[in-house]
């Protein structure tokens, strides 16, 4: 499927086909292809928790406003990411580039950072962000569909996952086959609307 067939005809599906199965290679392929997305600063900060246990997929849906993609589509994605990823991995992931990169990379990192936690949280979020719509995009150019998902009990899905404490989720995603059509598109705001050039 073309980028702009998968963008135009991506939809959040709340009904799957509890038939349809994904494989383990085919589940790791989109997540290979999600973790291509950007992140911030290259710190791959991301973390992908694919959730195939049925008792637990039924223990999230119950803190998840039982809502029945949870356990009913092929594939459960948690995007999480880890809070302090610049402190510990900068080095790490700007190993390969020349010295004064490097040197520059880790400077700028830690300035970026250092004693800013609202800042920590914020570029989590936006790479899990990035990863989920990337997840997304992956599957619709596959046929499959998805759909993110925010309306849960953070708290007590944390909990279920064991998440660590340097760690917070954003948001998460499954991916499957439609059992239902989507309902058409409503309340799409006008494009000279939803665009400004230059300035407010």
């Not at 809502?67 to 610049?86: G, I, N, P």
């Amino acid at each position: 499927m073309h980028i702009d067939e998968a963008i135009r005809s991506r939809r959040a599906i709340k009904a799957y086909d509890t038939n349809h199965s994904l494989s383990r290679e085919e589940k790791d392929e989109l997540l290979q292809l999600a973790l291509l997305a950007p992140t911030a600063f290259n710190l791959q900060h991301v973390r992908l928790v694919e959730v195939s246990d049925p008792a637990l997929r039924q223990r999230i849906r119950d803190v998840a406003w039982d809502q029945a993609q949870v356990t009913e589509a092929s594939m459960l994605v948690l995007v999480c990411a880890r809070l302090d990823a610049w402190e510990k991995d900068a080095a790490r992931v700007w190993a390969e580039a020349p010295q004064p990169v490097q040197d520059f990379m880790s400077g700028a990192i830690d300035t970026y950072y250092r004693g800013k936690p609202q800042v920590q949280r914020d570029e989590v979020m936006r790479s899990c962000g990035l990863v989920a719509q990337t997840l997304m995009l992956a599957a619709r150019g596959k046929g499959l569909d998805t759909c993110p998902m925010d309306g849960f009990d953070f708290d007590a899905v944390a909990d279920l996952i064991r998440l660590p404490e340097n760690h917070a989720i954003g948001l998460m995603v499954v991916v499957g086959k439609q059992a239902v059509a989507a309902r058409p598109r409503i309340g799409k705001l006008a494009f000279d609307e939803a665009v400004i050039r230059n300035q407010f």
